[in-house]
Structures are given as structure tokens and as C-alpha cells.
């Protein structure tokens, strides 16, 4: 059996799905969860998807499904983007499940459901839509999280007004599938056209806030200060140092935002607050690395005199992907691109983690032209967007 999607109605979609929050600069888009421009995607998402003969249907966080009478199938990633996001990351795997839902209802079969989830790029946390959906973190504590200018996630939820359908049951699903780009070089340097996860790796993130002294940047001798700055920088450097015995070649860790006080030319300043996130595919190492952590922030904090403050803990554990499913995407590839395929980790985060406590789940890759992501400059060869296209529609035949 094959599915008859259709690449053309496919690519015009993703690409119309591109013109809400287009940034002006290449291809990317900036359409932050819960802005007019991700709220305008999720409408004019809805009303294909109720095209496609499914129902539409948001619930509370404003995850969006497209839902297939009795049990089904469901697919789909994230429409939000990150501050300047590339026109591929989450929408590729939301107009993909919408084409096959669509080219499945077609063909009379099998029952697929499609998932716009929010929030995937963490304006507020990590993954926070389908965190929230799956139960990994209450709706109350994902209402306290608040952005970067302080708005909380449960000011800016309200904007769904009377979107909101109600809860949408996990029972309801007999597994996800999320087709993705790669976000990284692999499969575009080695000529490789498909990647079939094997894993997703886990990720810790935490806000850091040292608080030392302000004062005049021209008076203040440098022995008599207490500079959060040179705090965060010696933290910085000492952490890299300290990991070198613990990590692998794959371990990651960045201080991706800073918010220093007050931020002026000519004052010592006096607080910094900072993002640091951390992952890897082991959960050990991820503990051990938070120990580190922790231990030389402290220790920084003690040798300037200054205080040290952890924020909350954002966490997921790595995950790996069901055989079953894994099998059928592995098939599938080794159909439509033979040779040209192989089983990969993910090092990005992707909602199937958090589906994953619910069903099983499995993931696909595409390339992504020089491994870039998370940048307007992102993108793939549309040839590449139609072959992954085609391996989910064969994976999902299989499966049947
Ligand atoms: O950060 C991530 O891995 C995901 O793209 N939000
Ligand atoms: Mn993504
Ligand atoms: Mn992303």
C-alpha cells in the first residue's frame, strides 16, 4: 500500500506557512508562541486542517491538533519559531503530518492526526506545549514561567481566548512519528538524504544570577570591586575547564542569554543573570555536570564576595525511539533513498520526548544545507523535503 501525497500541494503549504512571520532576511521567519504571527499560522492551520476532514482543535496551551476519527496515528512537530528562526525547524514536520493526515483521509486509510505543539523553542521553557500536554509539568508551574521581558506564559496564553477546546486524551494515539531537519552537518557533508533517530538526547537548563556591587566605573579601583560581570566570565572559563574530565565529544553546554545590571558604558555592574543549559545522551553525565556546576558557581561567588542564586531546573531525559516505528521510517528510507540513509542521534531537543511517556514514538531528519539552525539562514533542498516526505507516507503505509 502507498499513501498519494502530493510533493507540490505539500511544498506550497510549507511555503505559505513561511509567509506568517517572514522575517524579510532569506527564508527565515520570527513567529514566537503565542504572537499575531504564530497565532495567524494556527488559523489559517486550522482551517486545513478542517479542509482535510479533520477537527481542528486547540487546547489549553494552544497546541493545535488536527484530530482523525477513533484511534490513530498522530504526527507533527511545532509552528513557533525561535527569535530568528529558519522557515524549516518544527513547520516542516507540522505541513508534512498535515499532508499525510490529508493524503491518508484520500485514500480512505489508515487514520492519521496531526500536532502543532507550542512553545517548542521555549520563549517561556523547553518544549513547553507538549510538556505541558504530556503531563511532564503542570499547567501551573508552566504558567509562572515567564520570557525574557517578564511576560508570563499565562498573560500571553490568553491571547488564545476562545480558541481553547478543552484537553485532548493521549489514550486517543497509537503513536507519533516527527519528521524534522537535521539541524546539524551530518547527512548534508557525507551525501546522506534521509536520518532515522535513534535516540534524543536530554537537556538541563538554568537561569544563574550572580549579584556583587554597582559603583563608577572611574573611581572604583579594580581591587575594591565587586564586577558580576567577571564573575560570569570566570565561571565560564573555569566551568570549561572543570567539564573536560566528564564530557564526550557530543556533551554540549551554552550561555545562550545574559542580562546584565544596569547595562551601561560607564558602571561596574552589579548583577548579571544568565541562561545555562547543558546536554547530553547520558543522564549520569547530565548530573554529574550539574554538580559542577552548582560547585563552581559557588566557589566564584565565595572568592568575589558576591551571592550566587539558582533559578528553577528545566529537564529532560534522554529518550530513545520505539523499534517499531524506528523499524517502519528504516524500511521506508531504504525504499526511497537505498543506500542513502542511516540511523542517527538527535542532538536537538524535539516534542517526541515528551509524547514519548505516553506512546511510542520515532523521528526523521532531513539535511540542513552547511548544518545550519536556529538562524534565518536555515535551509534544504526541496528535493530533500519531498524524499523525507515520501519515507514518513511509506513508514506510515507500512505501519498501516
Ligand atoms: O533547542 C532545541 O533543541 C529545540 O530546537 N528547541
Ligand atoms: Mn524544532
Ligand atoms: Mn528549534
Do not use: C
Not at 150 to 170: H, I, K, N, S, Y
Not at 189 to 194: K, L
Not at 373 to 384: G, K, L, P, Q, V
Request: no cysteine; charged share 20%.
Amino acid at each position: 500500500m502507498t499513501l498519494p501525497v502530493q510533493p507540490d500541494r505539500f511544498l506550497a503549504d510549507l511555503h505559505k506557512l513561511r509567509s506568517f512571520g517572514a522575517s524579510g532576511t532569506g527564508k527565515g521567519v520570527v513567529r514566537r508562541a503565542y504572537t499575531p504571527a504564530d497565532l495567524d499560522a494556527r488559523d489559517w492551520l486550522a482551517e486545513q486542517i478542517a479542509a482535510a476532514g479533520l477537527t481542528p482543535h486547540f487546547d489549553e496551551m494552544g497546541n493545535l491538533f488536527g484530530l482523525a476519527e477513533g484511534p490513530s496515528l498522530l504526527m507533527g512537530s511545532h509552528s513557533d519559531s525561535q527569535p530568528e528562526g529558519g522557515w524549516l525547524d518544527g513547520a516542516l514536520g507540522v505541513i508534512a503530518a498535515l499532508e499525510v493526515a490529508r493524503a491518508a483521509k484520500e485514500a480512505g486509510g489508515p487514520a492519521v492526526s496531526m500536532v502543532s505543539f507550542q512553545d517548542e523553542e521555549g520563549r517561556f521553557g523547553v518544549t513547553t506545549g507538549s510538556a505541558v500536554w504530556s503531563g511532564h509539568m503542570s499547567q501551573e508551574a508552566a504558567d509562572r514561567l515567564t520570557d525574557t521581558d517578564g511576560v508570563t506564559l499565562a498573560e500571553a496564553r490568553a491571547v488564545l481566548g476562545d480558541r481553547v477546546a478543552g484537553p485532548v486524551e493521549q489514550g486517543r494515539f497509537t503513536g507519533f512519528m516527527e519528521m524534522h531537519i537535521e539541524q546539524g552537518p551530518w547527512l548534508d557533508a557525507e551525501g546522506d538524504r534521509i536520518g532515522v533517530v535513534s535516540d534524543i538526547v536530554g537537556i538541563r537548563s538554568m537561569m544563574i544570577t550572580f549579584e556583587g556591587e554597582q559603583n563608577h566605573a572611574g573611581t572604583t579601583p579594580m581591587h575594591l570591586r565587586k564586577d558580576a560581570f567577571q564573575a560570569m566570565v570566570t565561571f565560564a572559563g573555569r566551568l570549561n575547564e572543570r567539564f573536560r574530565n566528564v564530557v564526550t565529544p557530543s556533551t554540549v553546554w551554552t550561555n545562550g542569554h545574559v542580562t546584565l545590571h544596569p547595562n551601561a558604558t560607564s558602571v561596574v555592574p552589579g548583577k548579571v543573570t544568565f541562561s545555562m543549559q547543558w546536554r547530553d545522551a547520558e543522564t549520569d553525565r547530565l548530573g554529574r555536570m550539574e554538580t559542577i556546576i552548582r560547585d563552581t558557581a559557588r566557589e566564584v561567588a565565595e572568592e568575589t564576595g558576591m551571592a550566587v542564586d539558582f533559578g528553577d531546573m528545566l529537564w529532560l531525559d534522554p529518550v530513545a525511539m520505539d523499534g517499531r516505528l524506528k523499524g517502519a521510517l528504516a524500511d521506508a528510507a531504504e525504499a526511497v533513498a537505498p543506500g542513502k540513509w542511516r540511523e542517527m542521534p538527535s542532538g536537538a531537543l524535539h516534542d517526541a520526548t515528551n509524547v514519548a511517556q505516553h506512546m511510542p514514538v520515532a523521528m526523521l531528519f532531513v539535511p540542513s544545507i552547511g548544518g545550519i539552525s536556529h538562524d534565518f539562514a536555515e535551509d534544504t533542498a526541496e528535493e530533500d523535503l519531498v524524499t523525507g516526505l515520501k519515507v514518513l507516507a511509506g513508514a506510515v503505509a507500512r505501519l498501516g
